[in-house]
């Protein structure tokens, strides 16, 4: 079965930036939207960013200006880069690709720890 793996997660102090990266571990056919949540301990998985084919974006209000969402359509792979962060942006961060049929992907997570 075809799996999402991320990366790029860890301690960044207050203020710094991270990349994650998500990419699947096999082919996904009619991948439609990709999108980054993320769960803080206690809280309800969140939408962070998402990016549609064509390259339209949707950004949490609490992460505009702030993050950016990208994606590479030829090798299937989607990014987030995460500037000025914050102790509050601390948590499990998941990728998730949707075909056009609505199936989701999801990946295993990946931490990021924000502090000094």
């Known amino acids: 079965q075809v799996q999402l793996v991320e990366s790029g997660g860890g301690l960044v102090q207050p203020g710094g930036s991270l990349r994650l990266s998500c990419a699947a571990s096999?082919?996904?056919?009619?991948?439609?939207?990709m999108g980054w949540y993320r769960q803080a301990p206690g809280k309800e998985r969140e939408l962070v960013a998402a990016?549609?084919?064509?390259?339209?974006?949707n950004y949490a209000d609490s992460v505009k200006d702030r993050f950016t969402i990208s994606r590479d359509n030829a090798k299937n792979r989607v990014y987030l880069q995460m500037n000025s962060l914050k102790p509050e942006d601390t948590a499990v961060y998941y990728c998730?690709?949707?075909?056009?049929?609505?199936?989701?992907?999801w990946g295993q997570g990946t931490q990021v720890t924000v502090s000094s």
């Open positions: 096999g082919i996904i056919f009619s991948i439609n939207a």
């Open positions: 990016i549609t084919t064509g390259g339209t974006t």
């Open positions: 998730k690709f949707q075909t056009h049929g609505r199936y989701d992907y």
